[in-house]
C-alpha cells in the first residue's frame, strides 16, 4: 500500500480564490479550493484521472443517480503541521470503506492509486487551502455518481469519481442536545446504514427537521424493531462514558465504522480505559444517569471530530449531563488526536499521509 505515483493531468487555474477565505473564520461547507479531481469509469474500467480548475457540472436531467441515489462519499481531512506540510488522516481506511460502500450500491471499487494518489496530489496542489488556526482543517470530499443517460432502474455502467475539498472550522461550535428518536429509523438489518450512501442523508433531514423545531440539535436514532438499542447520534457514532468504562454501540450493518471512532477507540485502548462495543439500551442510559454514573457522552465523526453531548431526552426525561468543561474522556480525547492529526505528537498507529 501506499507507494504508486499516479501520472495525472494537471491543468491549474489562472489565479487562485484563497483570498475568498477568512482564515479566522471559517464555516463549515461553505468554500471550495481552487482545484478539483475528476475520473470516469466505462467499459468496465476508470480512465486516468484529471485535476482541474473546481468548476460546475453538466449533466443530462435523465442523469441515473439524479433519479436512484446511486450516489456515495466520504469525508476525510487534512491539517498542517508546524512546519506548514499537509497531513492527510487515514485516508486509506476511507477508501476502504468508500468500497464497501460501493459494492454494496453496485458501483465499481476506485482503484488505491486514484483515491489515495490522486487526493494526496490534489492537496499537495491546493495546499494554500489547508488552514492553520486551531481547530481548522481542510475537508476533503471525495464522492461517486451513476451517471448513466437512463432512468430505466438498473445498476448504471458510467460513473463519476470526484474530489473536492473546502477549508473546514468547527462543524459545531457548543455542545448538542440529543432528542432519542423512536418514530423514525436510520437503519435496518440487511439495509445501507454501514455505508455512506447518500440516500442515508438524505432520508435524515425531515426527522432532523422536526427535531430542531423542538429545539433539539440532533437525533439519536434507536433500533426500527422496539426503539430500544441506540445506533448513532445525526451523522456521527456514539460513544458513553458510564462509571469508569466508555460504551459504543457495537458495528453491524446498521452502524457506520466511522474512522474517528476507530481513532478513538485505539487511543482510549492505548491508556487503558476498558471499551465496551456492545448493545446499549435507553433503559441502561436512563439508570445509569438517575444513579449518576452517566458522565460523559459524545458524537465521533470527521466532520464534528468529538461533539460532546450536553442533554439526552427521552420522552419526558431531560438528562442533563455534568458541565462540559469538567469532562476527563472527551476532553482529553479531542486533545490527543488533534496532537496526531497536527503532527504534534509521535504517530505510532500510522495515521497520517505526508503529502
Ligand atoms: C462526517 O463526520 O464526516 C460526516 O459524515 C458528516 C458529514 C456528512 C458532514
Not at 20 to 42: C, P, Q, R, T, V
Not at 254 to 259: D, R, S
Not at 330 to 348: F, H, M, P, S, T
Amino acid at each position: 500500500m501506499g507507494s504508486t505515483t499516479l501520472d495525472i493531468s494537471i491543468k491549474k487555474i489562472d489565479k487562485s480564490r484563497i483570498e475568498e477565505i477568512d482564515a479566522l473564520n471559517i464555516n463549515f461547507g461553505k468554500h471550495y479550493s481552487d482545484h478539483m479531481l475528476i475520473a470516469y469509469y466505462e467499459n468496465g474500467h476508470w480512465n486516468p484521472p484529471e485535476i482541474m480548475p473546481f468548476h460546475n457540472l453538466y449533466l443530462s436531467p435523465a442523469t441515473t443517480f439524479f433519479h436512484y441515489g446511486q450516489a456515495i462519499f466520504e469525508g476525510v481531512k487534512a491539517y498542517k503541521d508546524a512546519n506548514g506540510n499537509p497531513l492527510i488522516f487515514r485516508p486509506y481506511d476511507n477508501w476502504k470503506r468508500m468500497n464497501r460502500s460501493a459494492l454494496r450500491m453496485a458501483m465499481p471499487e476506485i482503484p488505491e492509486d486514484i483515491f489515495i494518489d490522486g487526493m494526496r496530489q490534489l492537496v499537495n496542489l491546493d495546499k494554500n487551502w489547508v488552514p492553520t488556526a486551531d481547530d481548522t482543517s481542510l475537508y476533503i470530499r471525495p464522492f461517486m455518481l451513476a451517471i448513466d443517460e437512463f432512468i430505466g432502474v438498473r445498476p448504471a455502467e458510467k460513473f463519476m469519481f470526484i474530489i473536492i475539498t473546502s477549508p473546514a472550522g468547527p462543524y459545531y461550535n457548543h455542545p448538542v442536545s440529543i432528542y432519542v428518536q423512536d418514530k423514525y429509523v436510520r437503519a435496518f438489518p440487511g439495509g445501507i446504514g454501514f455505508t455512506k450512501a447518500a440516500g442515508n442523508y438524505g432520508m435524515s433531514m425531515y426527522p432532523t427537521q422536526e427535531i430542531k423545531k423542538m429545539g433539539y440539535d440532533q437525533i439519536l436514532w434507536t433500533d426500527g424493531f422496539e426503539h430500544k438499542y441506540v445506533q448513532e447520534i445525526g451523522t456521527m457514532n456514539v460513544f458513553f462514558v458510564i462509571g469508569d468504562k466508555v460504551v459504543t454501540p457495537n458495528i453491524t450493518d446498521m452502524i457506520l465504522e466511522g474512522v474517528t471512532r476507530d481513532s478513538v477507540i485505539t487511543l482510549l485502548k492505548d491508556k487503558g480505559i476498558t471499551v465496551e462495543e456492545r448493545l446499549i439500551s435507553i433503559d441502561e442510559l436512563e439508570a445509569a444517569h438517575k444513579s449518576g454514573e452517566l458522565k460523559e457522552a459524545f458524537g465521533t465523526g470527521t466532520a464534528a471530530s468529538i461533539a460532546p453531548i450536553y442533554a439526552l431526552t427521552y420522552h419526558d426525561d431531560k438528562m442533563l449531563l455534568p458541565p462540559v468543561e469538567n469532562w476527563e474522556i472527551a476532553n482529553w480525547l479531542k486533545k490527543e488526536l488533534a496532537d496526531v492529526r497536527y503532527g504534534r505528537k509521535e504517530d505510532i498507529h500510522g495515521w497520517t499521509l505526508k503529502v
